[in-house]
């Protein structure tokens, strides 16, 4: 089972991997939901749990799931020293 503390950072980097490839700002998205933008930082920082919503509309947004959104990210290369 995953932790609310898990999820929460799970949400958090699959949107901003999302934003980041789309090139999107926290005010596009938000205005494209219809949130504010306090929303999806509160949302990248770990602050609040997105309502389920919330989450439906920002994976329509990414042409994406809830289920993507929420799920473990996979690890990235890391760049060596």
């Known amino acids: 089972m995953v932790s609310e503390k898990q999820l929460k950072k799970n949400i958090a980097l699959n949107v901003q991997r999302l934003m980041t ?9 938000a205005e494209a939901i219809g949130v504010k933008q306090a929303t999806i930082s509160n949302i990248l920082r770990q ?6 919503m919330i989450l439906h ?5 990414f042409d994406s ?17």
């Open 65 to 81: 799931s809830i289920d993507r959104l929420t799920a473990k990210p996979a690890k990235s290369l890391s760049k060596s020293a």
């Open 21 to 29: 490839g789309s090139k999107v700002t926290q005010v596009q998205l």
């Open 57 to 61: 509309r920002i994976a329509e947004f």
């Open 47 to 52: 602050i609040n749990m997105p309502s389920v």
